[in-house]
């Protein structure tokens, strides 16, 4: 079998950081939503081994790639001969807090679940990705969640009503999720617990009030070039600007798609400061 599957990105709409585990891992509470930015995917069943390419040159084509994992731990587990070809088109910014890895692994548990006749429920499977990833996961939920634990308690948010023009900023380079979330002050985030009750209920929420990314702090000590992205992002007419994930990418919400073009021509002196910088308008996914 041969499929062709676009594996789309994220944005974190809020994260805060509610704790920290005794294993490292920090416990947080974030509104995720895919967007309409995807990597594409051709995976090809019949292959003899477990081969992956890539055209873009920072992703890793070895056995460390987190699609090529996927189906390493796959095959494992049903102890079936690991066949599998995997080529990887990539759109989403690397290292750009979209999950565009975790999206990639994702797809190739699902399609091999399909491939094999279900051998895993989807429950099952999202166990499968949280070994990959905090992000694995919530791919898997396939839908707009409320995420809690380190990422892999979701549960379905509501749909949001508002129609906004989103544009994303890619700057360029990459931020170390590692390094982000080694550097968080858990004196400084503010973990705001009722809104998980909130969202759950379907009461009616001002989510422009309680977007906030408690991973900011942290990101902008290490790469001083995103808080100065930030600061000319919030000169234009955003409704909100925030930071994705653990960066680097940058979203602003706009209420038309005037005020977005306009506020993409206002940045560009600012991003020839990021020769690689990117910009993308997207909508969320629901």
Not at 209 to 233: G, R
């Amino acid at each position: 079998m041969i499929r062709q599957i676009f594996a789309p990105a994220k944005l974190n709409l809020f994260l805060y950081i509610t704790g920290k585990r005794d294993n490292g891992y920090h416990e947080l509470c974030s509104l995720m939503y895919p967007i309409s930015l995807y990597d594409e995917l051709i995976l090809d069943s019949s292959a003899h081994e477990i081969e992956l390419t890539c055209d873009h040159p920072d992703v890793p084509k070895d056995h460390t790639n987190i699609a090529s994992r996927a189906a390493v731990i796959f095959f494992e587990k049903i102890g079936q001969p690991k066949r599998l070809k995997i080529h990887i088109v990539k759109h989403i910014p690397v290292g750009g807090g979209l999950g565009g890895g975790s999206s990639n692994a994702a797809s190739v548990l699902l399609f091999l679940n399909e491939c094999y006749g279900y051998p895993f429920t989807q429950k099952e499977l999202m166990d499968i990705g949280l070994k990959l990833g905090a992000d694995v996961p919530f791919f898997i939920f396939n839908r707009p969640a409320l995420a809690c634990g380190i990422g892999e308690e979701l549960t379905s948010a509501l749909e949001i009503q508002e129609r906004w023009n989103i544009l994303l900023i890619y700057p360029g380079f990459s931020a170390s999720t590692r390094e982000v979330y080694k550097n968080v002050n858990l004196r400084l985030t503010n973990p705001k617990k009722k809104i998980t009750n909130a969202i759950l209920k379907k009461e009616k929420v001002d989510l422009i009030n309680l977007m906030q990314n408690d991973l900011e702090i942290s990101a902008f000590k290490l790469y001083p070039k995103l808080q100065e992205l930030k600061d000319a992002f919030c000169n234009t007419e955003s409704i909100k600007v925030l930071m994705t994930g653990s960066g680097s990418c940058m979203f602003g919400l706009f209420k038309d798609t005037e005020t977005l073009i306009l506020a993409k021509q206002q940045l560009e002196p600012v991003l020839k400061e990021y020769p690689l910088a990117r910009s993308y308008q997207v909508y969320l996914l629901t």
